[in-house]
Nanobody, 121 residues
Framework: QVQLAESGGGSVQAGDSLRLSCSAS????????VGWFRQAPGKERAFLAV????????GYADSVKGRFTISRDNGKNTYDLQMNSLKPEDTAVYYCAIGRYSSAPSSYDYWGQGTQVTVSS
């Protein structure tokens, strides 16, 4: 079993930056892709970014491309999402997940509990 825990969320102003971190524990999982998703109230969980197990391949949703950067450190079992130029519409609960390289939530087997990000104008 793999346990994931997100941290780094908070309340910021528009234009600020936040760095989310996802810490993994449990059985070996370094071969899995890592994805970041978010879910705003009343909306479905939305894909943000994905990184392959080696870190060589990354993908982003159009809504965050150029503002968000995904990274991973397999030696430390941590996966980060650097978020710059935050907008009020970025307000949501943010989740990390491990699974197949995909933008579909159904491709991921393990999920964290989420961390709240609130961006005020």
């Amino acid at each position: 079993q793999v346990q994931l825990a997100e941290s780094g969320g908070g309340s910021v102003q528009a234009g600020d930056s936040l760095r989310l971190s996802c810490s993994a524990s449990g059985r070996a999982f370094s071969s899995g892709a890592v994805g970041w998703f978010r879910q705003a109230p009343g909306k479905e969980r939305a894909f943000l970014a994905v990184i392959s197990w080696s870190g060589d391949t990354r993908g982003y949703a159009d809504s965050v491309k150029g503002r968000f950067t995904i990274s991973r450190d397999n030696g430390k079992n941590t996966y980060d999402l650097q978020m710059n130029s935050l907008k009020p519409e970025d307000t949501a609960v943010y989740y990390c997940a491990i699974g197949r390289y995909s933008s579909a939530p159904s491709s991921y087997d393990y999920w964290g509990q989420g961390t709240q990000v609130t961006v005020s104008s």
